[in-house]
């Protein structure tokens, strides 16, 4: 069993920062962990993608250039610095995480934990 605790998030202007964190529970040595995000009304999307071991990520187009998904192994912790964040980065962050050697774009249905999720607001 695995549980994700999610935090950091908040109300920041448009062009702030903010760092999310994920705090994992359980053995996860061989999980993708990932960021997902969803707006009032839209679809939860990927945001971001990291490889427990490894050295494999991956961004959505959204937020390519701008966030840092980074893994500290020693503290079960995964972190996504946020920076430049742009009002349309408003919406519900959550931490998941998916038993596989492999790291891929996983739909939401793939991943096996989530956390409760952590609102980002950034106003304009």
Do not use: H
């Amino acid at each position: 069993q695995v549980q994700l605790v999610e935090s950091g998030g908040g109300l920041v202007q448009t062009g702030g920062s903010l760092r999310l964190s994920c705090a994992a529970s359980g053995e996860i040595s061989n999980y993708v962990m990932g960021w997902f995000r969803q707006a009032p009304g839209k679809e939860r999307e990927s945001v971001s993608v990291i490889m427990w071991a490894g050295s494999g990520t991956y961004y959505s187009d959204s937020v390519k250039g701008r966030f840092t998904i980074s893994r500290d192994n020693a503290k079960n912790t995964v972190y996504l610095q946020m920076n430049s964040l742009k009002p349309e980065d408003t919406a519900t962050y959550y931490c998941t995480a998916k038993r596989s050697l492999l790291m891929d774009k996983f739909p939401p249905s793939a991943y096996d934990y989530w956390g409760q999720g952590t609102q980002v607001t950034v106003s304009s």
